[in-house]
């Protein structure tokens, strides 16, 4: 069974940082770009960034570029969201997914596999 174990999620001040990360146990880890999306109260879940399989390309919402950096470690299957300049309106659940193949998109439909999620809340 596929596992996806996000992490790093708490409580920051407005302007604070975090760090989520998020754990597999996917065999063809390599093989899939790796998302992160969120979803606040009320509101659809949003794609936040997504870096491909090889870690090289990676794209960004235009609510966090300049805030925000995904990467990823193939060695140990785990990708990684760096948050600063943190806002309250980033405050959500925010999942880590992994994509049907290699390339990084938006769409969460290219998602087979997601995590169960990790709290960002962001107080003012």
């Known amino acids: 069974q596929v596992q996806l174990v996000e992490s790093g999620g708490g409580l920051v001040q407005a302007g604070g940082s975090l760090r989520l990360s998020c754990a597999t146990s996917l065999g063809t880890f390599n093989d899939r770009a790796m998302g992160w999306f969120r979803q606040a109260p009320g509101e659809e879940r949003e794609f936040v960034a997504a870096?491909?399989?090889?870690?090289?390309?990676?794209q960004y919402a235009d609510s966090v570029k300049g805030r925000a950096a995904i990467s990823r470690d193939n060695e140990k299957k785990t990708a990684y969201l760096q948050m600063d300049s943190l806002k309250p309106e980033d405050a959500a659940v925010y999942y880590c997914?992994?994509?049907?193949?290699?390339?990084?998109?938006?769409?969460?439909?290219?998602?087979?596999?997601w995590g169960q999620g990790t709290q960002v809340t962001v107080s003012a």
């Open positions: 870096v491909s399989g090889g870690g090289v390309t990676k």
């Open positions: 997914a992994a994509s049907s193949n290699y390339h990084v998109t938006v769409y969460p439909y290219d998602y087979i596999y």
